[in-house]
Structure formats: structure tokens, C-alpha cells
């Protein structure tokens, strides 16, 4: 756990620094490209450590360097996604409504919905 929110602080404070802050980043899209720029370099993924390969602006992500297993869809989990920075388990799982139901059951509370909409 703490290991994720240090990622996540490192990366958000590199992000908002150097030539991304004098560039000036007024949208996702221009995040994203921030982002990429970041990253070039990092070793793995934030969730499960697999290695990255870049070709160009694309990250392909490498499953088989962590042994992840995907259980759903291999052509979204082969690819890296700028939208969740935070796992939304990270700020929910102590919300009742994460205890009672899940992730889905926190849709109707408006504090984790809050949560949602700044960090996810």
C-alpha cells in the first residue's frame, strides 16, 4: 500500500515539474503526452511491475516479465491506460460502502464518488 502512494507521489511531482510545468499542461491529452515523456524510462508498470516496452507514444506492456494473468481482456491489459493513477481500492476499501459491496456498491456514496472524480 505504501508502496503505491510513493509511486504515485514521485510520478505526480515529476510530472508537474521540469519542461512538462514550462510547456504548461491545461488538458488530459496534454498530461498524457507528459506522461509518456515520464516515463520513457521506468522500469515497470505502478500495479503489477511488468516491464514497459515504448514504441514511440505507445507502451506495450510486457506480461510475461511479472507473471501477471489476465482474467478478462488481454488487448486492454497489453497496453498502458493514463486514467487511474490511484487504484480505486487505495481510497475506497475502508468506506463502508467497499466493505458492504465493493467497489460497484460505492457508487451511491457521494464521498467515495468525490474520491472518484479527483484521484481516478
Same mark, same amino acid.
Given at each position: 500500500?505504501?508502496?503505491?502512494?510513493?509511486? &504515485? +507521489?514521485? %510520478?505526480?511531482?515529476? #510530472?508537474?515539474?521540469?519542461?512538462?510545468?514550462?510547456? =504548461?499542461?491545461?488538458?488530459?491529452? $496534454?498530461?498524457? &503526452? +507528459?506522461? %509518456?515523456?515520464?516515463? #520513457?524510462?521506468?522500469?515497470?508498470?505502478?500495479?503489477? =511491475?511488468?516491464?514497459?516496452?515504448? $514504441?514511440?507514444?505507445?507502451?506495450? %506492456?510486457?506480461?510475461?516479465s511479472?507473471?501477471?494473468?489476465?482474467r478478462?481482456?488481454?488487448?486492454?491489459?497489453?497496453?498502458?491506460?493514463?486514467?487511474?493513477? %490511484?487504484?480505486?481500492?487505495?481510497?475506497?476499501?475502508?468506506?463502508?460502502?467497499?466493505?458492504?459491496?465493493?467497489?460497484?456498491?460505492?457508487?451511491?456514496?457521494?464521498?467515495?464518488?468525490?474520491?472518484?472524480?479527483?484521484?481516478?
Open positions: 500500500m505504501y508502496r503505491y502512494l510513493s509511486i &504515485a +507521489a514521485v %510520478v505526480l511531482s515529476a #510530472a508537474f515539474s521540469g519542461p512538462a510545468l514550462a510547456e =504548461g499542461i491545461n488538458s488530459f491529452s $496534454q498530461a498524457k &503526452a +507528459a506522461a %509518456v515523456k515520464v516515463h #520513457a524510462d521506468a522500469p515497470g508498470t505502478f500495479y503489477c =511491475g511488468c516491464k514497459i516496452n515504448w $514504441q514511440g507514444k505507445k507502451g506495450v %506492456v510486457d506480461l510475461q511479472c507473471g501477471y494473468q489476465v478478462k481482456n488481454e488487448n486492454r491489459a497489453s497496453r498502458v491506460e493514463w486514467e487511474h493513477v %490511484v487504484p480505486a481500492w487505495q481510497f475506497g476499501h475502508q468506506r463502508q460502502c467497499w466493505q458492504d459491496g465493493g467497489r460497484k456498491n460505492c457508487a451511491k456514496d457521494p464521498v467515495y464518488r468525490k474520491m472518484g472524480k479527483r484521484y481516478a
